[in-house]
């Protein structure tokens, strides 16, 4: 087992005062394996008195991100310079971790896709849950396997024992009407536009304005790429586009996005943003501007910048 599932039983444990019952249950072990699995961290040292997290936390940058822009928590990481993988990667594993103690029975949780959802999928410690339901927020359609919306959805239902409702569309199509009859056609007996009304969570991850960050390769060209960087997008969460102020902007492609609505977005409790990295500075800071994030996950090096783009104004 690794140092990562080491660390989430210890902290299931110590941290959140699950019993070893409720821990075996939750994650589908038997209670002698969740006591073995504790007797081992304790040999490998992830636990003395308090739990060792498997990355290193900035409470620093954390507090200065929740306090300026109101959010309900942040989590900064340092990447260790011996971790060769890519920050999208990292922070995925980071997401799966903070999901995987967070996530609660009775509750439907909207999924965005992308890279690092992705990589946070494949990250996901399995769990029994009860009663979980799991909704694309979001179409695309990509044959790269890791961030495949189908791959995602299927492995996240799988890995929280959870049903869920998939959007078989692209992320853009032709019309508003065909967007519209996408979004409120039944899917299994509801249509998705109510299921994303009643969302109790969302996950997504925060993309620059180029070609590849709307994941819809051949349908938006090098035109209509230009006209949203000439009206100020520095970035888009799932399609829908802002400046460095917050402001989401309209263009002649959000009509025909097949994508939660920005103020339905607004509207679910908790709100999940995973992003990380120098290119995405400035659609982090947007995207915090806005308010639309509620908890935010970044590492330290990009928290920094943020932080100093503050400091320019």
């Given at each position: 087992?690794?140092?990562?599932?080491?660390?989430?039983?210890?902290?299931?444990?110590?941290?959140?005062?699950?019993?070893?019952?409720?821990?075996?249950?939750?994650?589908?072990?038997?209670?002698?394996?969740?006591?073995?699995?504790?007797?081992?961290?304790?040999?490998?040292?992830?636990?003395?008195?308090?739990?060792?997290?498997?990355?290193?936390?900035?409470?620093?940058?954390?507090?200065?991100?929740?306090?300026?822009?109101n959010l309900k928590d942040?989590?900064?990481?340092?990447?260790?310079?011996?971790?060769?993988?890519?920050i999208s990667k990292y922070?995925?594993?980071?997401?799966a971790f903070y999901l995987?103690?967070?996530?609660?029975?009775?509750?439907?949780?909207?999924?965005?896709?992308?890279?690092?959802?992705?990589?946070?999928?494949?990250?996901?410690?399995?769990?029994?849950?009860?009663?979980?339901?799991?909704?694309?927020?979001?179409?695309?359609?990509?044959?790269?396997?890791?961030?495949?919306?189908?791959?995602?959805?299927?492995?996240?239902?799988?890995?929280?024992?959870?049903?869920?409702?998939?959007?078989?569309?692209?992320?853009?199509?032709?019309?508003?009407?065909?967007?519209?009859?996408?979004?409120?056609?039944?899917?299994?007996?509801?249509?998705?536009?109510?299921?994303?009304?009643?969302?109790?969570?969302?996950?997504?991850?925060?993309?620059?304005?180029?070609?590849?960050?709307?994941?819809?390769?051949?349908?938006?060209?090098?035109?209509?790429?230009?006209?949203?960087?000439?009206?100020?997008?520095?970035?888009?969460?799932?399609?829908?586009?802002?400046?460095?102020?917050?402001?989401?902007?309209?263009?002649?492609?959000?009509?025909?996005?097949?994508?939660?609505?920005?103020?339905?977005?607004?509207?679910?409790?908790?709100?999940?943003?995973?992003?990380?990295?120098?290119?995405?500075?400035?659609?982090?800071?947007?995207?915090?501007?806005?308010?639309?994030?509620?908890?935010?996950?970044?590492?330290?090096?990009?928290?920094?910048?943020?932080?100093?783009?503050?400091?320019?104004?």
């Amino acid at each position: 087992m690794k140092n990562v599932d080491l660390s989430l039983i210890s902290y299931m444990y110590f941290r959140k005062d699950m019993s070893q019952s409720d821990i075996a249950e939750r994650l589908g072990l038997s209670k002698v394996a969740v006591s073995r699995i504790l007797q081992r961290a304790k040999k490998y040292n992830i636990y003395v008195v308090d739990v060792k997290l498997p990355f290193d936390r900035n409470d620093k940058l954390e507090n200065i991100l929740k306090e300026r822009y109101n959010l309900k928590d942040a989590v900064v990481v340092k990447k260790p310079e011996s971790v060769k993988e890519g920050i999208s990667k990292y922070l995925g594993k980071v997401g799966a971790f903070y999901l995987n103690l967070t996530v609660k029975d009775n509750c439907i949780i909207g999924i965005g896709i992308g890279h690092t959802i992705g990589h946070l999928v494949n990250a996901l410690m399995p769990m029994k849950m009860k009663n979980v339901f799991v909704v694309q927020l979001q179409g695309g359609l990509t044959n790269v396997e890791y961030y495949n919306p189908f791959s995602i959805m299927q492995k996240i239902c799988e890995k929280l024992d959870a049903q869920g409702t998939y959007i078989t569309s692209s992320a853009i199509v032709n019309s508003k009407e065909q967007r519209d009859l996408i979004i409120h056609k039944p899917s299994i007996g509801e249509p998705i536009y109510e299921i994303w009304q009643r969302c109790d969570k969302a996950l997504f991850g925060i993309g620059t304005i180029d070609k590849s960050s709307f994941i819809v390769p051949n349908i938006i060209g090098k035109k209509e790429i230009e006209e949203i960087k000439r009206i100020g997008s520095v970035g888009n969460i799932m399609g829908h586009c802002f400046n460095l102020e917050g402001e989401f902007l309209k263009n002649e492609l959000e009509e025909k996005l097949v994508s939660i609505p920005v103020n339905m977005i607004f509207n679910i409790p908790e709100r999940i943003a995973i992003a990380g990295g120098n290119e995405k500075v400035y659609a982090i800071k947007g995207a915090l501007s806005s308010g639309i994030i509620t908890i935010l996950m970044t590492d330290e090096k990009t928290a920094k910048e943020i932080i100093n783009l503050e400091k320019i104004k």
